[in-house]
């Protein structure tokens, strides 16, 4: 079986050699920057450890395919920073803040493209399903997207549709990076259903320990300003979960208070009164036991897989690191 630092070392390799045109270099400048300025890699190297359950050794087409899917997340970031104006990403300053607006909406175009160009070096008795199930994925993260920008627009959202939104915008694309090492691996359908299963879990509680983390994480850490959901009047888990708490004028008061759109230099005033009544509700806690459950729900995943214990153990040490900051 391939070891997690061998699956390491070739994501590492993969993405010191992704390389883009020299020309425009306004238009491709971006895509450089935020490779290099990298992230966890978490999608490539979902895909690797799954294909690496069923076969000993990568392939420079799977590795193609491993790329296309932080490619085409990296192309998300770019959009999403613009959608949420975020001024940070990764500790770094995001792209639309560099270079503005059009550039990043062009820059992130033609990382889509690009994904897609990786997508298609798939092997060919393979090609059909990867292609059917990047392109599915692919809608579908469009899709979560959409029903965060409506929910912008309303004062309360149920969490069954909040849950839904971030199943389609962060899950779903976890999930194919899981299921896509097992296609490329030509693993039998139920495998890859259950491993499709795993990452989609993995996803929730990926998320909902995101939302944590923008109110309670560390900066450094975190990689963007805490409490940026808070200051942009965004809702998060934490603010779903509190409108179930309240009733009444406490409910309102806080949806008030939430909604404000506060002036330069009042941010940090928002951002702790905001927390001061997470924490009295308790909803700061109902996180952490909501990313528990859902990582708990994708190991029970790993065990429809007929694995051997050293096989299972490897998906379930990268289900713990990935969500432990906020457990």
Known sequence: MLTETHIDGAIARLFTEIKFPGEPAGLYDPLRYMIAIGGK????????????????????????????????HTFTLLHDDIM???????????????????????????????????????????????LALFSKTAAEVC?????????????????????KMIGLKTAVL?????????????????????LYEYGYKLGMAFQVADDYLDAFGDEK???????????????????????????????????????????????????ADIKKIYIECGVDEDARA????????????????KLNKVRAESLKRFAEKLVERAK
């Open 41 to 72: 890699r978490i999608r490539p190297k979902l895909c690797l450890m799954s294909y690496s359950i069923f076969k000993d050794r990568l392939t420079p087409k799977l590795l193609e395919v491993a790329g296309a899917l932080e490619v085409f």
């Open 84 to 130: 949420d104006r975020s001024p940070l990403r990764r500790g770094q300053q995001t792209v639309w803040k560099k270079w503005g607006e059009d550039t990043a909406i062009l820059s992130g175009d033609v990382m889509q493209i690009d994904a897609y160009k990786r997508i298609a070096k798939a092997p060919a008795d393979r090609l059909e399903a990867v």
């Open 143 to 163: 899709e979560g997207q959409q029903f965060d920008m409506e929910f912008e627009s309303v004062s309360e959202v149920p969490m069954a549709d909040y849950c």
């Open 174 to 194: 976890l999930a194919c990076s899981a299921k896509m090492g097992a296609v490329m691996a030509q693993a039998s359908e139920k495998d890859c259903e259950a």
């Open 221 to 271: 850490v975190f990689g963007k300003p805490i409490g940026g959901d808070i200051v942009n009047c965004k809702k998060s888990w934490l603010t779903v979960r509190t409108c179930e708490v309240l009733a009444g004028s406490r409910k309102a008061a806080f949806l008030k208070r939430f909604n404000e759109c506060v002036a330069p230099g009042q941010e940090a005033a928002k951002i």
């Open 290 to 305: 909501e990313v528990r459950r859902y990582t708990e729900e994708a190991q029970k995943a790993v065990s429809k897989l």
